[in-house]
């Protein structure tokens, strides 16, 4: 069994009131780390922990801390993005549904840490019966003593505040996040300046996923060393799993980083393998952005080896043969899937999201699910399939925001890794109509690796 | 004063203040290696960043962190490092992208020039003439809007547009009260004003002057005349609201429009007040300072009285000459 330390007691009945989150050991992060450290000591643990952000970039958490400029006389914000929309992520929702005071504990202790004496925690707005937890859960602690003036004597001022999302998907990139809150457009800002020089308010501003922020509490209370004994290499700790598709037990899972895929998603303990007794065909394994494999690249690298659920081993391969962890939407697609239709509904997505602000994005995302809403239903071309690789090649890297990359990814690796099925819609589009493509080769093992000489 | 610092672009070396764009140190320089810009404009404050005409290549970053900058940055948007080196022009991968850029603007765009007022002044025109490609891969629909008057001077033609935002900028900067915005997201997005509310203020008719493309035009000048058989003039007035600077536009004794001072990048001298602009078009409102310069690289030059300097074919021919005397004569007095 992994270790569990987000969600150790999430099974206990109440552990989403102040109470019983309070009798199973909650908010003592809190008080060690007001009472016995300095914020400089929480960074330093932070530091050590080898954390890394749990929103999709996997930027070393602690770094960022110490980046926040502290110029005299300006206030600092910590900033908790809980916008989650990426498809096929939903473990913040859950974190906050379960055991919301996890949140707000870790979002006390990192304010303390960047000596932010207001945070907000920018909730997507669907999620309103989240928005009322977080906030009966902040009150709660208020109640307490957690929050408010000179928080358990330590002369530390602090206050949270929840604000609802506006409604978009680009409110979670950060500085759209920033706009959003500040009552803005949510449009991403142009960077530099970044958001630890001038952000919410032009003032010095951390922000930080969900996950993130309720990994700083374990982190206090055992110490950055212990934190960092779980996981492989640079991906240190645990990480939440959003595990959806076509698997026997979907759902959040809180994984150790470093089990391997296949365990992840064969054995009892975590997905329990592929529903109907259907085989993998391919995985999408950190949300809609990331580029989507074949099951045999997934659950092998390209010498052999097993591939990990870890940062270093997902990206292993470069674009070319492998992926990223991303924010942990681990979505599974079975033999009946069509790869051709689901890239089509990534790109609308993506197209629907769009800001606008720059062209390559604002046009090109358009382009290519007009392009693929064609090869879906049987009007392509062979030369659709170049187009598609041409425009996603001409949006990546040359937007304001990475939702541009986020758009051309998953359009640019499906047709790397499934080429063939696309062209089966161009040269059966009939077929392609009533049937799947099903298969394919893409399950079977991968081919010796050829000796160097 | 602080110490200058060195950039180079595309080989060519200046030293520019601290803080300088490296499209403003190009624009110092001057030239081919000047990269297009669509939507900077340097009298908008946090204009740019947008169209991504102007990407460029830092293939070093300083003098300190010679490390070139991993992704293609957009110029209008990037200060200058000392001893940064820059590819624009040279670059191969700076030009492909430029060409996927102009591509991206033009998919949805109505290519109306042949009944566009903005034709022979238009950005768009000049940018698809120098980095697009003459052929469109794109074979869908493009998207439309309904034409809005914006009050009864200023016409907004939606489908021109290319979102630029600097129009957005001028009505937050240069109105007090800001109506104007822009609706919808992504490639839905348009420009608008609240409810179709007119922009009731001195300096609305800037947006007119900083739309690169034809999507805002004067109304009082709709399909009068196409530009280059108009004829610039820079004339000036003793206006209470503005500077007074303006082109006035001549078809043949009328003047037909107004407008800023514009540079070769689009960019006005001073902004005018909407009196200037729409309501002063008699020659006798202005005193006249001179003939407009104007670039001959520009298709208004094709009829500026100082191109009319005799064509080659028709000085050597005697014949011709006398046949247009009264022209030569007032082309050669100046
Ligand atoms: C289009 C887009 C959407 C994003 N959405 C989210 C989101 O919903 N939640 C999130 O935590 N991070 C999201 N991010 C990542 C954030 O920009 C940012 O990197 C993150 O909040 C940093 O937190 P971390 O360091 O704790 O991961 C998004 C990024 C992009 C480009
Ligand atoms: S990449 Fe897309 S979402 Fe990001 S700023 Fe540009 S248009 Fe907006
Ligand atoms: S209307 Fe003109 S100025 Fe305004 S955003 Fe569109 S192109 Fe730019
Ligand atoms: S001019 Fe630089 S991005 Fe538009």
New interface residues.
Partial sequence: MGRKILLEHINVPGINTFDVYRQKGGYRALEKALKTMSSDDIVEEVKKSGLRGRGGAGFPTGMKWSFLAKPEGKARYLVCNADESEPGTFKDRYLMTYIPHLLVEGMIVSSFALGANTSYIYVRGEMMPQIRILEKAIAEAKAAGFLGKNILGSGFDHEVYVQPGGGAYICGEETALIESLEGKRGNPRIKPPFPAISGLYNCPTVVNNVETIAAVVPIVNDGGDEYAKIGIGRSTGTKLISASGNLNKPGVYEIELGVTVEDFIYSDEYCGGIANGKRLKAVVAGGSSVPILPANLILKLANGENRLMTYESLSDGGFATGTMLGSGGFVAFDEDQCIVRNTWNFSRFYHHESCGQCSPCREGTGWMEKVLHRLEYGHGKLSDIDLLVDVSKKIEGNTICPLGDAAAWPVASAIRHFRDEFEWHVTNPKEAMERNYGLAGYADPLPKPEEVM | MSEKVKVSIDGITIEVEPGTSILNAARIIGGDIVPPAMCYYSKLEGS??????C?VKVSKGSEKDPRPMP??V?SC?TAVMDGMEVQNITSPEVKE?RK??V???L??HPLDCPVCDQAGECHLQDLGYEHGSEAT??E?ERRTFDRIDIGDKIQLHMTRC??C?RCVYVADQLTEKREH??L??????EISTYIEKAIENDFSGNVIDVCPVGALTDKTFRFKQRVWFTKPVEAHRDCPTCTGKVSLWYKGEDVIRVTARKDVYGEVEDFICNTCRFEKKNTNDWIIDGPRQISNRSVISSNHYEQLAPPPVVRKNLALQAANKEEFERATKH
């Fill in positions: 740019g960043g947008k169209c991504r005409t990407l992704k293609l957009a948007r992208a996927g850029v591509e991206m603007l998919i949805n891969r794109y869908f290319i979102l935002y915005g822009i919808g997201r992504g490639d839905a997005s």
